[in-house]
């Protein structure tokens, strides 16, 4: 890249819509880019008098150009090459903050050579609104959303400042919801000064949506205005309270959903939906939560473990249920429907709060999850994951039979206990082969014998310092290990 002077550099100033200017030549007029180096600047020797407004096809000015891009990296151009003069040439379009950007450039030869320059750019407009919104509002609140206008001009201004709220999700004004009875207010301002504007409003209950609100200010042919969304947050919490209706065979059975009943008896319930879910065998849901166990994305030995424990069940499960595994292959082939979120199937029922709760990511990961039970219930894949997951965890086991949460740290008892408590598990439903059994025998002796160390240690201990044996000197740790001793004779 041909490289200005620094001077010349230093003088710089990028205007938001594209438009450049010298600082040193606001109050002598603009310039015509006469030079050819894309820049109007006081190196261009012919003077051109400011541009005319912009007006539409009717001879009316344009609508304002509303700001909504404000990303905060405006570009980043990992290799350019030169021409054979070594100059670099790269356009881009710039985000719609009005802000100090940096600019970093660095450059180097194939012998290593480099050079690096920093700079930085100013975006700006003669008239410039700036709104200083909150990170989210809250429902009930009272507050007055305040924004800044500066005037870069030469002269005073006299002009609007607009504020218009509307729904995010259905795109429809709320100015009267949110009681912005005066959206309109007035300013004055000096050149070169800022002023500020406020607009009481207040937020309602139950709005169940995010809030978008746009800023306009106008004063003669300059305009401009921000555009951004914000989350509108309630004060109550989503409880889900379940009754589980157990029948066999075909009978009739009452049930009574208690508090649902006594929820009319409360001042602050506010209900949001009734779901029924059936399925005639409850283990489905059971399957359902494997790959979760499967997904997780850390290297602990809990999560290498709990990788282990769902594709051994897994295994298991589909060599005992071939239905279930005719099922999940009709899914990877041919039934998209079936891997679509219950909610995704009835679209009707999502209300905007909805979209704007953790509920409803679960309930978008309710299609990945199903579309994850297909893969992980592969016969090939289920092997190879379960003999990674186990070689992980061989390696996470100290030589004192302790195993560690993380590679290289001190053997953990807890994490001992809760790893052989796991395979206990697998062990009572019958999910270990007995190849398979006999790979982590060894590694499940050590682990059983550090443990019976332990609990002498901890007996040791009471003798020692001579405690009351009648007492009670269990904890939750002697509790853990008598639970995993419980699957072990």
Not at 179 to 199: D, L, M, R, Y
């Amino acid at each position: 890249m041909s490289a200005p002077s620094e001077s010349r550099l230093q003088e710089v100033v990028v205007n938001a819509l594209g438009a450049k200017e010298s600082k040193d030549n606001k109050k002598t007029g603009y310039f015509k880019d006469t030079d050819s180096d894309g820049i109007s600047d006081k190196f261009d020797n012919e003077k051109a008098p400011p541009p005319p407004p912009q007006k539409s096809s009717d001879g009316n000015p344009s609508p304002v150009q509303v700001r909504k891009n404000f990303n905060e990296t405006a570009f980043f151009l990992p290799e350019l090459k030169t021409d054979p003069n070594g100059n670099v040439s790269f356009s881009f379009t710039i985000p719609e903050a009005l802000t100090t950007w940096k600019l970093m450039t660095f450059a180097h030869t194939k012998d290593l050579s480099s050079g690096y320059i920093e700079k930085t750019l100013v975006t700006q407009k003669p008239l410039m609104v700036q709104a200083n919104a909150p990170r989210f509002m809250r429902e009930g609140d009272k507050i007055e959303f305040s924004a800044k206008v500066v005037n870069l001009s030469d002269k005073e201004i006299t002009g609007t400042a607009q504020l218009e709220l509307i729904n995010t999700t259905t795109n429809a004004p709320v100015d009267g919801w949110f009681k912005n009875i005066f959206p309109v207010q007035h300013f004055t301002i000096a050149t070169g000064q800022s002023g500020a504007v406020k607009f009481p409003i207040e937020i309602p209950f139950n709005f169940n949506s995010a809030l978008t609100y746009r800023i306009i200010a106008k004063a003669g042919n300059a305009s401009d205005g921000e555009e951004m969304a914000l989350p509108v947050l309630v004060n109550r919490m989503l409880v889900t309270e379940s009754l589980p209706l157990n029948l066999r065979g075909i009978n009739k059975k009452d049930f009574k959903f208690e508090k649902l009943l006594n929820s009319a008896n409360s001042s602050s319930i506010s209900n949001h939906a009734l779901t029924v879910e059936y399925t005639s065998n409850p283990a489905w849901y059971a399957v359902q939560s494997l790959p979760y166990l499967m997904e997780y994305p850390y290297e602990c030995a809990e999560q290498t473990f709990n990788r282990y424990y769902a594709n051994i069940l897994a295994t298991n499960i589909a060599n005992s249920m071939p239905k279930i595994k005719a099922v999940f292959e009709k899914w990877k082939t041919a039934d998209t429907a079936a891997l679509l979120s219950n909610l995704q199937k009835n679209e009707e029922l999502k209300s905007a709060l909805l979209q704007e709760t953790p509920w409803v990511l679960e309930a978008k990961n309710e299609s990945q999850q199903k579309k994850n039970i297909a893969l992980l219930f592969d016969m090939v894949r289920m092997s190879a994951e379960a003999s990674k997951a186990f070689n992980k965890l061989k390696d996470l086991q100290s030589s004192n039979g302790g195993f560690v949460w993380f590679k290289g740290g001190p053997d953990d008892r807890y994490m001992t206990q809760y790893i052989i408590s796991g395979i206990g598990h697998l062990r009572k439903l019958n999910a270990l082969p007995d190849n398979e059994y006999g790979k982590i025998k060894t590694m499940l002796n050590a682990a059983i014998s550090y443990l019976d160390m332990k609990i002498k240690e901890d007996y040791d201990y009471l003798i020692k310092y001579k405690s009351d044996l009648k007492d009670n000197h269990t904890g939750y740790t002697q509790i853990q290990y008598l639970y995993m001793r419980s699957f072990f004779s």
